[in-house]
């Protein structure tokens, strides 16, 4: 079997690297930080945990393939899952709408709203439920899959959201916290198929959250590797790789160390990956990924408190307007704020954590990296003025918090930069936007024979499912390599001699 070599400890590169040794291959994973999971990630803050990654963790529901795929590499393994009553809440001019788990919860109450509204309501409901046939978790006891004829039936309506953005379909409905509802999570232009995915997932129980947060999801997985017989080399960050006659020979690390391998799995990102580490042009299809103007990449800018009171006046995650003068500052209209009281491991008794996001485009991503690289002392105070906006924001919102939050994090593209080599801090890949299938792209590099990636950017958006499955692919591709080779071998030696 082959000697495999993965660039990158992160889920792709973990799972990779378990389905590698599955197949008996020998696994070395090399991660540049001090631990595995990428930004599968969390960190103790003195007696509170932040957690970084999991909002929704697709593949809860054990009637779904994702699911089946998450237990083979040990992330649900003895694991209870966490599944809320809703997703999150909105609130527009003092009403609020949840996405609640019972789908027939949310119509009723979308109805109560907006009687108005009654047949787009139905089409949105209908369109859901569709979904999760199509996601193989549909049905009363979201157990059954749709087949050839269901799909047929379903593209006239699966269609018309793959036109549309998260803002088309909003200006479908004429009440205004209906159209808050459809804007508020993704903002006004993914595409609304992406909405429309997370709103199945999380109806579906396909959405929740396992127990410990990312942190302990990402060991499990670590832990399943290293039982496999999988070695892991930390802070060992790849610098170079060196091509020759259309092979890989060997990998220079930052330490002066060298590596060689039979095949090497990139996870890494391709805009830092090609002609840097790897010195080949990126692959045409990803450079197109790269140059269209409709394919933006995000990040986000989070802080973190603690909280002493016992009772929170939200729950869950909880998204609202920001006031004018903290929005030009925050460079966002809206705060998500979300509370971890069903992890009681996160914070003292009687207390808990609560986090905000706010996402920010390329162009403020690369300013925080920027002032990070060129000015850390700008940079710190950037990040205090930014815990003190939000904790006005949070506290102008719900009165009864203030006095009771203390700051334990701020983090921003610059954090994700440093950490998981991002180009601008992106935690995904791709923002999903209307008239864009999510296809995946060919794992391999045209002109190198033994380079395999696996990253979550060979498919928009990106995320923790894609890179799950894009980890996976990588092995069977060698798999298949090492078939060709065997077969080739034999073809060798049983071809008749001439006399």
Same mark, same amino acid.
């Given at each position: 079997?082959?000697?495999?070599?993965? @660039? !990158?400890? !992160?889920?792709?590169?973990?799972?990779?690297?378990?389905?590698?040794?599955? /197949?008996? /291959?020998?696994?070395?994973?090399?991660?540049? /930080?001090?631990?595995?999971?990428?930004?599968?990630?969390?960190?103790?803050?003195?007696?509170?945990?932040? &957690?970084?990654?999991? /909002?929704?963790?697709?593949?809860?529901?054990?009637?779904?393939?994702?699911?089946?795929?998450? +237990?083979?590499?040990?992330?649900?393994?003895?694991?209870?899952?966490?599944?809320?009553?809703?997703?999150?809440?909105?609130?527009?001019?003092?009403?609020?709408?949840?996405? %609640?788990?019972?789908?027939?919860?949310?119509?009723?109450?979308?109805?109560?709203?907006?009687?108005?509204?009654?047949?787009?309501?139905?089409?949105?409901?209908?369109?859901?439920? &569709?979904?999760?046939? @199509?996601?193989?978790?549909?049905?009363?006891?979201?157990?059954?899959?749709?087949?050839?004829?269901?799909?047929?039936?379903?593209?006239?309506?699966?269609?018309?959201?793959?036109?549309?953005?998260?803002?088309?379909?909003?200006?479908? *409905?004429?009440?205004?916290?209906?159209?808050?509802?459809?804007?508020?999570?993704?903002?006004?232009?993914?595409?609304?198929?992406?909405?429309?995915?997370?709103?199945?997932? %999380?109806?579906?129980?396909?959405?929740?959250?396992?127990?410990?947060?990312?942190?302990?999801?990402?060991?499990?997985?670590?832990?399943?590797?290293?039982?496999?017989?999988?070695?892991?080399?930390?802070?060992? +960050?790849?610098?170079?790789? &060196?091509?020759?006659?259309?092979?890989?020979?060997?990998?220079?690390?930052?330490?002066?160390?060298?590596?060689?391998?039979?095949?090497?799995?990139?996870?890494?990102?391709?805009?830092?990956?090609?002609?840097?580490?790897?010195?080949?042009?990126?692959?045409?299809?990803?450079?197109? &990924?790269?140059?269209?103007?409709?394919?933006?990449?995000?990040?986000?800018?989070?802080?973190?408190?603690?909280?002493?009171?016992?009772?929170?006046?939200?729950?869950?995650?909880?998204?609202?307007?920001?006031?004018?003068?903290?929005?030009?500052?925050?460079?966002?209209?809206?705060?998500?704020?979300?509370?971890?009281?069903?992890?009681?491991? *996160?914070?003292?008794?009687?207390?808990?954590?609560?986090?905000?996001?706010?996402?920010?485009?390329?162009?403020?991503?690369?300013?925080?990296?920027?002032?990070?690289?060129?000015?850390?002392?700008?940079?710190?105070?950037?990040?205090?003025?930014?815990?003190?906006?939000?904790?006005?924001?949070?506290?102008?919102?719900?009165?009864?918090?203030?006095?009771?939050?203390?700051?334990?994090?701020?983090?921003?593209?610059?954090?994700?930069?440093?950490?998981?080599?991002?180009? @601008? !801090?992106? *935690?995904?890949?791709?923002?999903?936007?209307?008239?864009?299938?999510?296809?995946?792209?060919?794992?391999?590099?045209?002109?190198?024979?033994?380079?395999?990636?696996?990253?979550?950017?060979? +498919?928009?958006?990106?995320?923790?499912?894609?890179?799950? +499955?894009?980890?996976?692919?990588?092995?069977?591709?060698?798999?298949?390599?090492?078939?060709?080779?065997?077969?080739?071998?034999?073809?060798?030696?049983?071809?008749?001699?001439?006399?």
């Amino acid at each position: 079997m082959a000697r495999i070599l993965i @660039i !990158g400890g !992160g889920v792709a590169g973990l799972s990779a690297g378990i389905y590698a040794q599955l /197949h008996g /291959h020998k696994t070395i994973i090399c991660e540049q /930080h001090y631990k595995t999971g990428g930004n599968l990630t969390g960190w103790q803050r003195g007696e509170y945990h932040v &957690d970084n990654c999991i /909002h929704w963790l697709t593949g809860t529901n054990p009637n779904s393939d994702l699911y089946k795929l998450w +237990q083979e590499v040990g992330a649900l393994d003895n694991t209870d899952v966490y599944q809320g009553e809703s997703l999150y809440t909105c609130e527009k001019n003092g009403d609020t709408l949840s996405l %609640f788990r019972d789908i027939d919860k949310l119509e009723k109450r979308m109805l109560e709203i907006s009687p108005e509204d009654k047949s787009e309501i139905k089409r949105f409901i209908g369109a859901v439920k &569709d979904f999760e046939l @199509i996601m193989g978790v549909g049905g009363k006891n979201h157990n059954k899959k749709a087949n050839f004829a269901t799909y047929v039936k379903l593209f006239p309506t699966l269609y018309s959201y793959f036109n549309m953005t998260t803002k088309d379909l909003a200006n479908r *409905f004429s009440h205004p916290l209906l159209r808050e509802f459809f804007v508020s999570l993704l903002g006004y232009d993914f595409g609304a198929l992406a909405f429309l995915c997370v709103a199945s997932t %999380f109806c579906s129980d396909n959405g929740g959250l396992p127990k410990g947060g990312s942190h302990a999801m990402a060991q499990r997985m670590t832990n399943k590797f290293l039982s496999l017989g999988g070695e892991i080399l930390l802070k060992k +960050q790849a610098v170079k790789i &060196d091509v020759k006659n259309g092979n890989a020979t060997q990998t220079l690390f930052s330490d002066g160390s060298k590596i060689r391998a039979d095949y090497i799995i990139l996870t890494t990102e391709p805009s830092v990956t090609f002609e840097k580490i790897l010195p080949v042009k990126m692959p045409k299809e990803l450079k197109a &990924d790269y140059e269209n103007k409709r394919l933006t990449r995000f990040s986000a800018i989070q802080t973190a408190f603690a909280c002493d009171l016992p009772t929170l006046p939200f729950s869950a995650d909880y998204i609202f307007e920001l006031p004018v003068k903290y929005r030009k500052f925050l460079k966002t209209e809206r705060l998500i704020i979300r509370e971890f009281s069903h992890e009681t491991s *996160f914070a003292p008794d009687g207390q808990t954590v609560i986090q905000s996001l706010t996402f920010c485009l390329e162009n403020t991503a690369k300013d925080f990296i920027e002032l990070r690289n060129y000015d850390k002392n700008a940079y710190d105070n950037k990040k205090r003025q930014i815990a003190s906006a939000v904790y006005l924001a949070i506290t102008e919102k719900f009165p009864s918090l203030c006095g009771h939050l203390k700051l334990l994090d701020v983090w921003t593209p610059a954090t994700y930069n440093r950490f998981v080599g991002s180009e @601008i !801090g992106a *935690f995904m890949s791709f923002a999903f936007p209307s008239k864009v299938l999510p296809i995946r792209k060919n794992n391999r590099i045209k002109g190198i024979h033994n380079v395999i990636m696996a990253s979550q950017w060979l +498919q928009s958006p990106g995320g923790l499912p894609i890179a799950l +499955q894009n980890g996976k692919y990588a092995t069977e591709t060698i798999n298949k390599l090492e078939e060709r080779k065997v077969s080739t071998a034999k073809s060798i030696v049983t071809k008749p001699i001439k006399a």
